[in-house]
């Protein structure tokens, strides 16, 4: 856990963009339902629709892990997920899920039929919101728990879309970042 923190710190600081316009609000203002900044939602399928679409368009996908009653949830939805850049970047290169935590609502994952309170727990959700990573095959990658900003969301996003996960973990990649940058 420190070493995620850390992590999330580290990468706030290499972003490009301001990290503080993605201050938190109140939960009750990000549940208004509003549409994103760039007018276009995205595409949020059933886990089972999104990891047949993932195979056959051979893309990652991010499951969003959620619960009703989450607050942080709807933030992240509105100011990550609502963020232009971040959802026009997600419409390229992934496919997007939608699992409640709390549900039980069954879905089918790697030969198994679980609800989607035990696929949460499979992967190992301690927190929402959760997001996890799955490549095209639908294996999992790893995620974390909590809300990400925008630029932190965005290079977990790039190190999972160009796939620099085959040829190192994330702080190679982030290490790379900082090389581009000096």
Wanted: some cysteine.
């Amino acid at each position: 856990m420190r070493k995620h923190l850390a992590l999330l710190a580290a990468l706030s600081l290499l972003a490009v963009s301001n990290p503080f316009r993605a201050a938190a609000m109140p939960p009750e203002s990000a549940a208004k339902g509003e549409v994103p900044k760039n007018g276009e939602k995205l595409e949020w399928l059933a886990f089972d629709a999104a990891t047949a679409r993932a195979k056959d368009q051979k893309k990652h996908v991010i499951v969003d892990i959620y619960t009703v009653w989450c607050g942080w949830c709807r933030i992240m939805e509105q100011q990550t997920y609502g963020d232009p850049e971040v959802a026009a970047y997600l419409r390229d290169n992934f496919v997007l899920a939608k699992v409640n935590g709390e549900s039980s609502a069954k879905l089918k994952w790697r030969g198994r039929e679980l609800t989607e309170r035990q696929f949460a727990r499979v992967v190992g959700v301690t927190g929402y919101p959760a997001t996890y990573f799955l490549k095209p095959d639908a294996e999992l990658l790893g995620g974390m728990g909590g809300f990400l900003r925008p630029p932190e969301f965005m290079i977990y996003a790039r190190y999972v879309s160009t796939r620099w996960y085959e040829k190192g973990k994330i702080d190679a990649y982030v290490d790379s970042l900082r090389s581009a940058v000096k």
